[in-house]
Nanobody, 122 residues
Framework: QVQLVESGGGLVQAGGSLRLSCVVS????????MAWYRQTPGKQLELVAS???????NFADSVKGRFTISRDYAKNTVLLQMDSLKPEDTAVYYC????????????????WGQGIQVTVSS
């Protein structure tokens, strides 16, 4: 079993900051890409940011320059620092991780957190 637990969401005024954290636990041999997605009602799931096992990052155009993604390899944790938040950043944010559960597994499997609400008021 692999679990992803997100924390750090909430309500913030426009221009403010929040930091999301996601801890991956359970049967883990290695983690490849870790990422944050978000979704608003009636819209598709959107990739916000990702970070590879070697530290290469990728951001949606809408958050470049405002969001930072990082990971703690020892703690199997990924962080999303969100600054200069805008009302359009309001969404449910989901943590995602590609996990290889044992040395005997060849493939990485996608796991998801339960989602956490971020609300930015104008």
């Amino acid at each position: 079993q692999v679990q992803l637990v997100e924390s750090g969401g909430g309500l913030v005024q426009a221009g403010g900051s929040l930091r999301l954290s996601c801890v991956v636990s359970g049967r883990i041999f290695s983690i490849n890409i870790m990422a944050w997605y978000r979704q608003t009602p009636g819209k598709q799931l959107e990739l916000v940011a990702s970070i590879s096992s070697s530290g290469v990052t990728n951001f949606a155009d809408s958050v470049k320059g405002r969001f930072t993604i990082s990971r703690d390899y020892a703690k199997n944790t990924v962080l999303l620092q969100m600054d200069s938040l805008k009302p359009e950043d309001t969404a449910v944010y989901y943590c995602n991780a590609d996990v290889r559960r044992s040395v005997h597994d060849r493939a990485y499997v996608d796991y998801w957190g339960q989602g956490i609400q971020v609300t930015v008021s104008s």
